[in-house]
């Protein structure tokens, strides 16, 4: 099996789900998408949660020929000079070249999300305390309304800014995955050498400190019954990065 040809099929049909993604919430190249309704972000999460699983195994499955040479360690840093100085020298040259700041591309997230601490312990469920039934009847038709006890005039409570649910939550976040999901498909090369980096090092020196990018159990998003494109490309992609053959250290 020709492992190169394999990852670039599969990425044709990640980024066509990704596509699809785009279009179901509206989303535009270089723009963003304010607030979508409920049904439709749980939906379009559902299907972005598998395509990044996808897309991460799909990366490291593409590092696995990289080897990356140590690098020489850095001398340590000379003493900075003040903050103010050091702006001011920014600002001049900034002016001096007549360009602005370069945007930071978004970085896909190369590992899995961790489980919770109590996965896989049953939760017990809150029961609601029964509170006894207790009627009382202070009314007495016989007194009359002037002798009967007043209730003390309490202050009126300050008036609460209620908070309107129209339906809808923030996309912003969910734009941003979607965003950084479809530069990691477009562009493997440069995310499965950050793998390939980060694996290098010793388990000390890594940041995140883990010694593997998956997480324990099924990965995130994962369906045994396929209900979706999706989840039939995420056991593709899980399967290959399973089956990856070690690499033979020639030296």
């Known amino acids: 099996m020709d492992r190169n040809l394999t990852i670039e099929c599969i990425r044709g049909r990640l980024v066509a789900v990704v596509a699809e993604l785009f279009a179901m919430i509206g989303l535009a190249e270089g723009g963003m998408v304010e607030r979508v309704s409920k049904p439709l972000y749980r939906k379009a999460m559902r299907v972005l949660r598998s395509a990044e699983a996808a897309a991460r195994r799909l990366i490291i499955s593409a590092a696995r020929d990289?080897?990356?040479?140590?690098?020489?360690?850095?001398?340590?840093?000379?003493?900075?000079?003040?903050?103010?100085?050091s702006k001011a020298?920014?600002?001049?040259?900034?002016?001096?070249?007549?360009?602005?700041?370069?945007?930071?591309?978004?970085?896909?997230?190369?590992?899995?999300?961790?489980?919770?601490?109590?996965?896989?312990?049953?939760r017990r469920r809150k029961r609601r305390k029964v509170e006894p039934r207790i009627h009382s009847f202070d009314f007495d038709p016989r007194i009359p309304a002037f002798l009967r006890p007043q209730a003390p005039a309490s202050a009126p409570a300050p008036a609460k800014a209620a908070a309107i649910d129209d339906g809808t939550v923030s996309a912003i976040r969910l734009c941003r995955r979607i965003f950084a999901t479809m530069d990691a498909l477009e562009d493997l090369g440069r995310?499965?050498?950050?793998?390939?980096?980060?694996?290098?090092?010793?388990?000390?020196?890594?940041?995140?400190?883990?010694?593997?990018?998956?997480?324990?159990?099924?990965?995130?998003?994962?369906?045994?019954?396929?209900?979706?494109?999706?989840?039939?490309?995420?056991?593709?992609c899980?399967?290959?990065?399973?089956?990856?053959?070690p690499v033979l250290d020639t030296s």
């Open 66 to 85: 990289i080897v990356v040479e140590p690098r020489p360690q850095r001398p340590a840093p000379a003493e900075r000079k003040s903050t103010g100085e």
């Open 238 to 245: 899980h399967w290959l990065v399973r089956n990856m053959e």
């Open 191 to 236: 995310h499965a050498m950050r793998y390939a980096r980060w694996e290098a090092k010793r388990i000390e020196q890594r940041r995140p400190q883990r010694a593997s990018p998956f997480r324990l159990g099924w990965p995130p998003g994962w369906r045994i019954k396929a209900t979706h494109e999706v989840d039939e490309i995420l056991k593709d």
């Open 89 to 122: 020298k920014s600002q001049g040259r900034e002016k001096q070249d007549g360009t602005a700041k370069r945007k930071r591309r978004l970085l896909f997230n190369l590992f899995d999300r961790p489980r919770r601490k109590d996965w896989g312990i049953p």
